[in-house]
């Protein structure tokens, strides 16, 4: 008896060693469950970071395609045909000997702690008719003729600018194909850069170059913009109402890209997002702005290079006076347009942005439209964040806020929770991402 009571005390320990065991196994089995599961979801976490970035890497990738080097980094200042105006522009022995003269009298007019405001230098819509291309007695459109050389390697691209131009006004580009080539016209070569004439030089062949890094199709537009007639914005005569130029930021021997110009500008208003314009920091010598807009809020529009603006169009149109040439094959009376808008090709009104109506007659917003960020800002606990953050803001766009206290005994005060820039060029400014803070003065800051 003593023997079976020892048995089964023994069967019963044994048994609550195996319950407390399986007990045991049962919390390790809900700890590992428990585990098991925050893994996953750190997993996932990890899963969704990776296709964040994936995403964000992606649009990068976008914003390098869409990147474009200013000319004064992928132009030489001289080219066989002699020095570089504004960067791309090639001027005449005559036109040079005239920039000269001009900068000896600024020269000697700023060591008196003067300004030269007479400064008559060769000119954004040129308007003696010499310059001008000639309308083809034929087909009764301005042409702009020209050949290309052996070395242009994408002359698909050329050409596809010179259709959107085409498509706009009334000028043509016809490629010379009868062995012609004493007649004016433009030779198109792979140079050593971008760069142009402004407008028919009246000699055989004036070169015309797209270098090995111009083959984007903002700066083609740009170029034959010259070639057609054009100045750059910046360099207008009415330049002053809308903005400064920065002489302390910009590369010494280079104040001579930023000289006024004596323009004609065919009654159209001075144009921020103008093809023809150029960036902020061109030719800057220390990344800081040598461009600014008078009015801060219009610094985020200058220097695009991705599409012809209405006003860039309608210049041209103007220069060529395409409205007239349109108009001989309308029927009827020809409406009369306003707010900037005039009769097109198929002899109906071409309107500004922000108007509309048969005759441009309703003015429905401001020309630039409503920005996609910035504004000022004069309350308290405002937050500022870039578009689509925490991802990468769109190409092209940009950002101009105005904070001000109103209170004239106060400061503003900017805590910043998160920030990152993205990447310099060769010269060490910004490329895709840059911020400027302008605190002393809203026409200069810091980069």
């Known amino acids: 008896m003593d023997g079976e009571m020892k048995e089964n005390e023994t069967l019963r320990e044994q048994i609550r060693s195996l319950e407390?065991?399986?007990?045991?196994?049962?919390?390790?089995?809900?700890?590992?469950?428990?585990?098991?599961?925050k893994l996953e979801g750190e997993k996932s976490q990890l899963e969704s970071r990776i296709s964040n970035q994936e995403d964000k890497n992606k649009q990068l990738n976008d914003n390098l395609k869409e990147l474009d080097l200013p000319l004064e980094l992928i132009n030489p200042p001289k080219t066989r045909k002699g020095n570089l105006m504004e960067g791309d522009i090639v001027l005449t022995h005559q036109q040079w000997a005239i920039v000269q003269e001009v900068l000896e009298e600024t020269k000697r007019l700023q060591s008196q702690g003067k300004e030269n405001t007479k400064i008559q230098a060769p000119r954004k819509g040129i308007s003696l008719d010499t310059l001008l291309w000639n309308t083809n007695s034929d087909t009764g459109w301005p042409t702009v003729y020209y050949k290309f050389a052996t070395s242009v390697t994408r002359k698909d691209l050329i050409r596809d600018a010179m259709?959107?131009?085409?498509?706009?006004?009334?000028?043509k580009f016809v490629k010379i194909t009868d062995g012609n080539y004493n007649r004016p016209h433009i030779n198109i070569i792979e140079g050593n850069g971008c760069w142009s004439y402004v407008g028919m030089m009246g000699i055989r062949g004036q070169l015309f170059s797209i270098g090995a890094n111009?083959?984007?199709e903002g700066i083609i537009l740009h170029e034959l913009g010259h070639a057609?007639?054009?100045?750059?914005?910046?360099?207008?005569?009415?330049?002053?109402?809308?903005?400064?130029?920065?002489?302390?930021?910009?590369?010494?021997?280079n104040e001579v890209n930023f000289f006024q110009k004596d323009t004609n500008n065919y009654d159209i208003p001075y144009d921020f997002t103008s093809i023809m314009h150029y960036r902020s920091t061109a030719f800057s010598k220390n990344g800081r702005s040598t461009i600014v807009t008078v009015n801060p809020l219009m610094q985020a529009y200058i220097g695009q290079r991705k599409y012809l603006s209405f006003r860039d169009i309608s210049i041209i149109n103007h220069m060529y006076d395409c409205p007239a040439i349109w108009g001989t094959s309308c029927t009827g009376s020809l409406p009369n347009c306003v707010n900037e808008g005039y009769v097109g090709k198929d002899c109906s009104c071409i309107c500004p942005p922000g108007t509309s109506g048969a005759t441009c007659e309703n003015k429905n917003e401001d020309y630039y439209g409503t920005p996609t960020c910035g504004g000022n800002i004069t309350q308290d606990g405002a937050i500022i964040t870039t578009p689509n953050y925490p991802g990468y803001y769109p190409a092209d766009t940009g950002c101009v806020w105005w904070i001000q206290s109103l209170d004239n005994c106060k400061r503003p005060a900017i805590t910043v929770e998160e920030f990152q820039l993205f990447t310099r060029m060769p010269n060490g400014q910004c490329a895709i991402d840059r911020l400027e803070v302008r605190t002393h003065t809203i026409y200069n800051g810091d980069e």
Do not use: F, P
Not at 163 to 171: K, L, S
Not at 233 to 248: A, F, G, L, M, V
């Open 20 to 37: 407390e065991a399986n007990k045991a196994q049962g919390q390790e089995r809900k700890e590992l469950e428990k585990r098991i599961k």
């Open 163 to 171: 259709t959107i131009w085409e498509g706009a006004t009334c000028v």
């Open 214 to 216: 111009c083959y984007q």
């Open 228 to 253: 057609m007639g054009l100045y750059h914005e910046h360099s207008r005569t009415d330049r002053s109402q809308h903005i400064k130029i920065n002489y302390t930021n910009v590369n010494a021997g």
